[in-house]
């Protein structure tokens, strides 16, 4: 009973991990410390949740790319030819240089770019999500095994002792949660689960990447620019699309 309402005390402070997810371990982490300062070693020496953090800063990087208005690169080409066509006297022939130069431009017009930002940021959540999650189960771990020590001490105490009653009386437990309080820690704990928050917006991220690929669908505007020299001698410049 003793560990069910220890449980029940530190479900709240479960909750609140993930807005510290991102915080360091601060001042000692050796030797006795507390419950909470235990969690906040955990957390800052937890390769997972570094790994998370990474995967956060990744997404952010990528929504860079996400963010480019012209994300194709323009395209330049060039063509040079070389002709002989007789000249003013029969016996000698004039060569002649052909050249141009052409710079293409692709150009989204489905609104592919705001449709990526949204699969972006539908990312984004979800590693949010996944690192609070992993700083929950990090914290958690940590507090299962304080409350399992503090167990172990209570029930070697308890064996000191040879009346029950005296036993009760000198340890001091609390009365265990009522049915009605497991049920609404229960439905807190729920709520405050980044495991499955995680997944619902891994659903988002597959609805808005669904989207994004319908957009493709339409073709892209492909815009061209050139200037050269013909077989003449004179000057072109022109565009098309």
Request: glycine share 8%; aromatic share 2%; proline share 5%.
């Amino acid at each position: 009973m003793g560990t069910l309402h220890g449980v029940a005390r530190v479900a709240p402070f479960l909750m609140c991990v993930g807005a510290a997810a991102s915080a360091h371990a601060e001042g000692t982490c050796h030797g006795r410390v507390r419950a909470e300062e235990a969690v906040r070693c955990a957390l800052g020496a937890s390769p997972e949740l570094r790994g998370a953090r990474a995967n956060v800063a990744a997404v952010s990087a990528r929504r860079v790319g996400a963010r480019l208005l012209l994300p194709a690169n323009p395209v330049a080409s060039a063509q040079l030819e070389g002709t002989v066509r007789p000249g003013p006297n029969a016996a000698v022939n004039s060569p002649t240089v052909e050249w141009q130069v052409t710079l293409t431009q692709t150009i989204e017009v489905a609104g592919q770019r705001g449709r990526r930002i949204a699969v972006n940021d539908a990312e984004a959540s979800v590693e949010n999500r996944r690192r609070t999650a992993v700083a929950q189960e990090v914290a958690a771990t940590t507090l299962r095994a304080e409350l399992y020590r503090r167990v172990e001490v209570a029930r070697a105490r308890l064996r000191l002792l040879v009346d029950a009653e005296d036993a009760d009386a000198a340890d001091g437990w609390p009365p265990a949660p009522s049915v009605d309080d497991v049920a609404a820690l229960t439905e807190r704990a729920l709520a405050s689960r980044a495991d499955l928050a995680a997944t619902r917006a891994e659903r988002e991220v597959a609805e808005r990447q669904a989207a994004l690929f319908r957009r493709a669908r339409v073709p892209d505007l492909t815009l061209s620019l050139f200037t050269g020299n013909n077989v003449l001698g004179e000057g072109v410049v022109g565009g098309a699309a």
